[in-house]
């Protein structure tokens, strides 16, 4: 009979690794607790433990521990989960600090309590992934693999050493039609040939159910540093199926509504400085409306500080845009004076939180699109359309505007592929001195 924990059955690992997270924790805690004869159950230190679980576990999801891996517990997950517990334990400190500055008795066993998780924690993580790697080689939660390129016999040879990965090597060849043919009965396509065609692009693209692995030359990896994936001595870059956490979309959710929501109250006295300015200074409306493209190509009115002229939809028609794809100008004539400084400040986007609170788009995301630019997003670049777009993203703070349009869309789309809390937070702390040093803006 085929154990089918291990088959079909991702989210039942995913459960074993959350429950064997919290027990070790919860057992690290009893444990540290014993050590200073307190008694844990019904006490203010249990509930304060429950809270830095809660917070441990945001961590993990927020490192990628909870995500589908293939190889065993290895040292980027220890040091992953040892970055998780320190920054538990600083939110434990700042707590302890802020609510009873005196405990000192808090402090020393919350500290040693987060030493035994580190150490119980890495310990069954460990074993859980060395009994999983035993089922794989027992023949179970396979996946068939496919090499598409030449000079794969080393990587091949690799697969079938390490059966604990639990991959079927079914076929190796170089032609495109043949890769097309057999992407239904695959699960993982290694591309050992790295001259990716746009045809070949857009099947990566399109087929987001496999598991795309871009096998490195020695060259690449003497040029810019590759993450490794099973094979630590094998450079491989990996693209791995789009499967955003539902931690982190809450997470994320949770984090647009708080931010929008305060940052609206707090910046209330700048929107009305800000529309006295522009009723005082030109004639017309506060706010400029428009229609813009959301997630999966779901219309939204999209609001922002007005910086042109009234009439600056007429006079579009008599200007040549000087970016590919997208109509934009470096000096653009229909700005006005106030409206060039609130478009350096990024002042201008700011009303775009209005649409962050209503939930129709987010802090981070890709740049909301026009209608009438739509026909630019063909094949693979539709993708970029997956997800919520955002008053700020990789575009904004890898240059905005000085990129060219393909560069951008596949920052977009990179984006779509990596969602993670720590790159959010990453793109927002970019976000302000890309404002600063105004860089790519027009």
Known sequence: ????????????????????????????????????????????????????????????SAYELYKDKRNTFDDNDFMHVLSSICITWLVMIALILLFDPGDLLAVRV?????????????????????????????????????????????????????????????????????????????????????????????????????????????????????????????????????????????????????????????????????????????????????????KNLKPFMVYKFRTMVIDAEAKKSELKSEVKGLFKLKDDPRITRFGKLLRRTGIDELPQLINIFKGEMAIVGPRPHLQSELPNFKGWRRARFRVKPGLTGMWQVHGRHELNFDKAVLYDIYYTKHMSLLLDISIILKTVPAIIMNRGRF
């Open 1 to 60: 009979m085929k154990i089918r924990f291990f088959e079909g059955k991702k989210y039942l690992f995913t459960l074993a690794l959350y429950s064997s997270d919290a027990f070790m924790f919860l057992v690290s805690a009893y444990f540290a607790s014993y050590i200073f004869g307190i008694y844990l159950v019904d006490s203010f230190l249990l509930r304060f433990f429950l809270f830095s679980l809660l917070i441990l576990i945001i961590n993990f």
């Open 110 to 294: 919350g500290s040693v309590a987060l030493a035994f998780s580190l150490v119980l924690i890495s310990l069954s993580r460990f074993v859980l992934f060395k009994v999983l790697g035993f089922f794989r080689m027992k023949g179970h939660d396979r996946k068939r693999v496919l090499f598409f390129g030449k000079d794969s016999e080393e990587l091949v040879q690799k697969i079938k050493e390490n059966k604990s990965l639990g991959y079927e090597v079914v076929m190796v060849t170089d032609k495109l039609e043949v890769l097309k043919s057999m992407i239904p009965r695959v699960d993982v396509v290694f591309l050992t040939k790295e001259e990716l065609s746009d045809e070949l692009l857009d099947l990566i693209i399109r087929n987001e159910r496999i598991n795309w692995k871009i096998v490195s030359s020695v060259l690449n990896l003497v040029i810019e540093p590759v993450a490794f994936d099973e094979f630590r001595d094998y450079p491989i870059i990996n693209i791995s199926p789009s499967r955003i956490d539902s931690t982190y979309l809450f997470i994320k959710r949770a984090m647009d509504l708080v931010i929008s929501g305060i940052s609206l109250i707090l910046l209330s006295p700048l929107f009305i400085l800000v529309a006295i300015i522009i009723k005082t200074t030109m004639p017309g409306p506060v706010f400029f409306k428009q229609e813009r493209l959301g």
